[in-house]
């Protein structure tokens, strides 16, 4: 190669690289999480002294697990109403978190004491216990698994009948590991996580771990109506056959349907 055409190949790997360098902002933008807003369809009232940790939609009703130690119960909830229709104590011991569905069960795990409790769904009574390893924070199910969160980037999958864990999904959102996943619901297809102490919700690919969307609840509760610190979005339930969505959160005086507005960059 002669003088001239080095010379001439030098600038053109020169533009090349200044040309990628420019497109770089561009392309972060493109892989930016999109975000959707959302616009309250109904308010109902919910317990201010419930310290919500699960909750779930069944055949009308509202279940829901609250949490603190000598306050933790499992209850089935009224939805015009916010009335508590029908309530179990756990243990004083225990810090009850998140609950869900599998069948004629209602599966409830605790914070810190590796300890879940199945109940009967209908009469509230105890079926079985069972333990595991770590924290428990959210739980929900798909079709053939109960998935599980532990306040860490992963997500667990467990066999609903041995509740032998079968793998973990590791949450990413750009790239980056997304932790504090809390409560958890299925809904088409896809998990909803609620990120603790945010008011956001990440919807979650299960397969991939990748989060798809933000959903931004801010302003849903006025900052007014949240009494403490601990007063922070928990509690995303979904009735499948009405397509309702519906979110509170620990000591929330309310209770609210929401629908999603479309994601924006």
Known sequence: MNPISRLLASRRAALALLAAALALPAAWAA????????????????????????????DGFLYEGTGL??????????????????AVELPPEVFGEGIS??????????WQEQTAFVLDLRSFKLWRKFNYPGEGWGLTH????????DGSAELRFLDPL?????????VTADGRPVDQLNELEWVEGEIFANVWQTDRIARIDPRTGRVTAWIDLAGILPD???????????????????????VTGKLWPRLFEIQLTKPSR
């Open 31 to 58: 892989a930016a999480v999109p975000v959707q807003g959302f616009k309250v369809v109904h308010s109902y009232p919910h317990d201010p002294q419930a310290f919500t940790q699960g909750l779930f939609f069944h």
């Open 162 to 170: 041995s509740f032998k864990e079968l793998r973990r999904v590791r």
């Open 101 to 110: 569905q599998w069948g004629d069960r209602l599966i409830g795990i605790t």
């Open 142 to 149: 798909n079709a053939k698994e109960l998935v599980m969160s």
């Open 69 to 86: 130690r000598g306050r933790s119960t499992i209850r089935k909830v009224e939805i015009e109403t916010g009335r508590v229709v029908q």
């Open 224 to 246: 007014d109506q949240r009494l403490n610190a601990d007063a922070v979005l928990n509690g995303i339930a979904y009735d499948e056959k009405k397509k309702r969505l519906f």
